[in-house]
C-alpha cells in the first residue's frame, strides 16, 4: 500500500518519503534539506508530489523552495503558523482531511512545541507523522506553548489505536532513555525499552519509528496521568503539573 523511505538527515534529523504504489504520490514529511530529500527521491525513481509540514521551524521547512523549485510540488502545512512555512499554498487545521491516493490523511492539532504544530495520521495505513510533538521515549520541548497545551496534544496522539507507527523527526531515544529511567525507576516496560535502545544504538541502528503501545507503556510524558507517576512527582491527581514536572526536569538533564 505505502512504501516509507527513512533517511537521516542534517545532524539528528530523519526524512521521510511517503509512496503510494497505486497512484505513485510521493510525499515528502518536513524538509530538513532539501537537496538530500531530491536525491533520495531520484534514487528511488520517485517524484515529490507534495511537502506536508508538521511546523515552521528550519529544519523541519528549511528545504521547500528548493524542493518547490525542482519539482513543481503543492506545499501543505499548519494554518498557524503559515505566515513562517516557505511557500505554503494548502493550509491545514485540526480535523480536516488530506489525499494520498486513494488513502484518506487525517490532521491532527498538537500544539505546544509550536503554537501551530500539526500531525499526519493516515489510519488505513497505522502511521502518524508528528514531527516534533512526541519522541520515542520523549516529547518535544514546550518552546511557544505551555504545558496544559502540551499535554492536551499529546492526549490526542495517545487516543490513536496503540498498534500504531509513530514517525518522529529525530534521533533522541538514548538521550531520552537515560532521563526516563531517573523519574520511573521501578517501571519494568521502560528499563526493558531503554536496555533496547542502548543495544540499537551501540549496533548503529535507528530507534524510529516506534509503536504507540510501547510509548504508553514506557514514555514517561505520555504517563503524566498514571497515579503512581503523579505521586512521585509530587502532583497526585493532576496530569497538567505532573507533566510540567517532568518537562522542567528533562530541560535541566
Known amino acids: 500500500m505505502l512504501d516509507i523511505h527513512q533517511f537521516p538527515c542534517l545532524n539528528d534529523n530523519y526524512?521521510?518519503?511517503?509512496?503510494?504504489?497505486?497512484?505513485?504520490?510521493?510525499?515528502?514529511?518536513?524538509?530538513?534539506?532539501?537537496?538530500k530529500y531530491l536525491e533520495e527521491a531520484k534514487s528511488l525513481g520517485w517524484t515529490i508530489d507534495a511537502i506536508w509540514n508538521t511546523h515552521w521551524h528550519p529544519d523541519h521547512a528549511g528545504g521547500n523552495l528548493?524542493?518547490?523549485?525542482?519539482?513543481?510540488?503543492?506545499?501543505?502545512?499548519?494554518?498557524?503558523?503559515?505566515?513562517k512555512i516557505p511557500g505554503i499554498e494548502d493550509q491545514m487545521r485540526g480535523g480536516d482531511t488530506l489525499k494520498l491516493g486513494e488513502l484518506t490523511v487525517k490532521v491532527i492539532d498538537v500544539p505546544g512545541h509550536t503554537l501551530g504544530h500539526i500531525a499526519y495520521y493516515i489510519p488505513d495505513a497505522k502511521v502518524a507523522f508528528v514531527g516534533d510533538a512526541l519522541f520515542a521515549l520523549g516529547c518535544g520541548r514546550v518552546f511557544e506553548g505551555d504545558p496544559k497545551m502540551m499535554w492536551t496534544s499529546l492526549s490526542r496522539l495517545k487516543d490513536l489505536p496503540p498498534e500504531t507507527k509513530i514517525y518522529c523527526a529525530h534521533e533522541y531515544t538514548a538521550a531520552n532513555a537515560r532521563f526516563a529511567v531517573t523519574?520511573?525507576?521501578?517501571?519494568?516496560?521502560?528499563?526493558?525499552?531503554?536496555?533496547?535502545?542502548?543495544?540499537?544504538?551501540?549496533?548503529?541502528?535507528?530507534?524510529?519509528?516506534?509503536i504507540l503501545s510501547r510509548e504508553l507503556e514506557a514514555n514517561p510524558f505520555l504517563r503524566a496521568d498514571d497515579p503512581a507517576l503523579q505521586a512521585a512527582m509530587g502532583h497526585p491527581g493532576d496530569p497538567v503539573s505532573t507533566f510540567a514536572e517532568i518537562r522542567q526536569r528533562k530541560d535541566n538533564f
Request: with cysteine.
Open 183 to 210: 523519574v520511573d525507576p521501578d517501571n519494568a516496560k521502560l528499563a526493558a525499552y531503554a536496555e533496547d535502545v542502548k543495544l540499537k544504538r551501540q549496533r548503529g541502528d535507528w530507534t524510529v519509528p516506534t
Open 15 to 35: 526524512g521521510f518519503l511517503v509512496h503510494d504504489r497505486e497512484s505513485g504520490m510521493t510525499v515528502a514529511i518536513d524538509t530538513p534539506d532539501g537537496a
Open 66 to 83: 528548493k524542493i518547490k523549485d525542482e519539482t513543481g510540488c503543492r506545499i501543505i502545512g499548519p494554518a498557524g503558523e503559515a505566515q
